[in-house]
């Protein structure tokens, strides 16, 4: 990788105003990637806060009900605040206080890097604002309360689709105007460059630990890992360690909403092309003439135009498969596991489960099969009622 590019994928594409704090940020991210008193720092807000290292779980009960081969889960849901999202906020937080800011901003779609970032935030002192499509904030109602509970002031975007894209938007405005005091607490694996590099390296402690635990229960590595992707910040910390290993099959899973309209679905590899979208150059959901088209997901966390820009490398070189399942199938994956399991799963960790089940037949009965269990479906159990989905 050339330093910004995986591949032809990635950059910096930013207005001269931002040239200055995104300096400043390389040049800081290159000092602490080889900084061992600031990981070792990590490391122990990780465990002794957060409760790392989390538990590779086998679910017999649901991999039998799918006709599956041995199958286990990486449980980020029972990571503090329910999903893998405060590994970066925690990294990214220390980040700031290195380079003396004050407040941090943070964009969110499901809530939980929001949740995350509030957390970190309420941990080391920080002023936090975070940005919210107001669509979300209805549909994630309990993880709004939980921010404000926490001291996060919560921004409700009403413009453009009113998702994700408009919260980073609105984000990367405030930042424009606040640098001097505020860091930009991006949530996942997109952006210019070096933001995709730092979410995947504090993400990587996902597939680090997964390889060690697999190792010790099973005596090999997985033969097939499968995460979903929305911005791709799970499912990059888990292939991390896998990527070079050749045996590994790595799959990705987005979100095939209810069709393969554009409007329907935030599918980005089957239905996108190449382009530029917040900073960065990668696959994303547009017209013939480039501009952004709208997206759907039943989960928030997935409903996304764009896509982080190691993915779309992976994708290119075809050293990860990308597929996509529908919201209907993520929902019953969803119940399945709850009722075989005794474990909820967020929409977002849903698909991926969703894409298991579609295939376990198929697959040979020697495998080793893991998916990151990426957070808790507590946040999803409001919208999943008021639907009629779960009574």
């Known amino acids: 990788m050339s330093e910004g590019r995986f591949g032809k994928f990635g950059g910096q594409y930013v207005a001269e105003l931002f040239v200055e704090p995104f300096r400043e940020l390389q040049d800081l991210w290159k000092e602490l990637s080889q900084d061992a008193t600031f990981k070792s720092e990590l490391h122990d807000q990780l465990t002794k806060y957060g409760g790392r290292p989390t538990p590779l779980t086998e679910v017999e009960r649901f991999a039998e009900a799918i006709k599956a081969p041995r199958t286990f889960l990486k449980r980020e849901d029972l990571l503090h ?23 941090i901003i943070a964009e969110t779609g499901a809530g939980q ?40 002031e919560v921004v409700a975007v009403e413009k453009g689709s009113r998702t994700l894209k408009d919260a980073v938007n609105e984000a990367l405005r405030d930042w424009a105007g606040s640098f001097d005091t505020t860091h930009y607490c991006l949530g996942s ?24 635990q697999i190792l010790e229960y099973c005596g090999k590595d997985p033969d097939l890992v499968i995460a979903c992707v929305g911005g791709g910040s799970n499912a990059i910390g888990m292939f991390a360690p896998f990527i070079s290993k050749e045996h590994v099959k790595l799959v990705g899973v987005e979100a095939g909403g209810l069709g393969v309209k554009p409007g329907q679905h ?126």
Do not use: W
């Open 81 to 103: 605040t329910g999903a893998h999202k405060l590994n970066n906020a925690i990294g990214q937080c220390l980040l700031a206080k290195r380079l003396g800011k004050t407040r």
């Open 113 to 152: 890097h929001g949740v995350a970032t509030a957390t970190a935030c309420a941990r080391f002192g920080l002023d936090c604002v975070v940005y919210m499509g107001a669509v979300d904030t209805e549909r994630q109602e309990p993880n709004v309360k939980r921010m404000k509970l926490l001291g996060a």
């Open 189 to 212: 694996a997109v952006g210019p460059h070096p933001f995709p590099e730092i979410v995947r390296e504090f993400q990587s402690v996902i597939g680090i630990e997964t390889q060690k």
């Open 266 to 391: 935030a599918a980005r590899f089957s239905g996108g092309k190449p382009g530029v979208l917040h900073g960065a150059f990668t696959y994303l959901i547009q017209d013939e003439d480039g501009q952004v088209l709208p997206t759907h997901s039943i989960s928030a966390g997935l409903d996304y135009p764009a896509v982080g820009p190691q993915h779309a490398a992976l994708h290119e070189s075809q050293r990860a498969q990308y597929v996509s399942v529908s919201d209907d199938e993520a929902i019953q994956a969803l119940k399945l596991l709850s009722k075989t399991e005794g474990i909820i799963p967020a929409l977002e960790s849903s698909h991926a489960l969703a894409y298991l089940i579609k295939i376990a037949p198929s697959l040979p009965k020697d495998y080793l099969v893991v998916i990151n269990l990426s957070g808790r479906g507590d946040k999803d159990l409001p919208q999943l009622f008021e639907m009629g989905i779960v009574v």
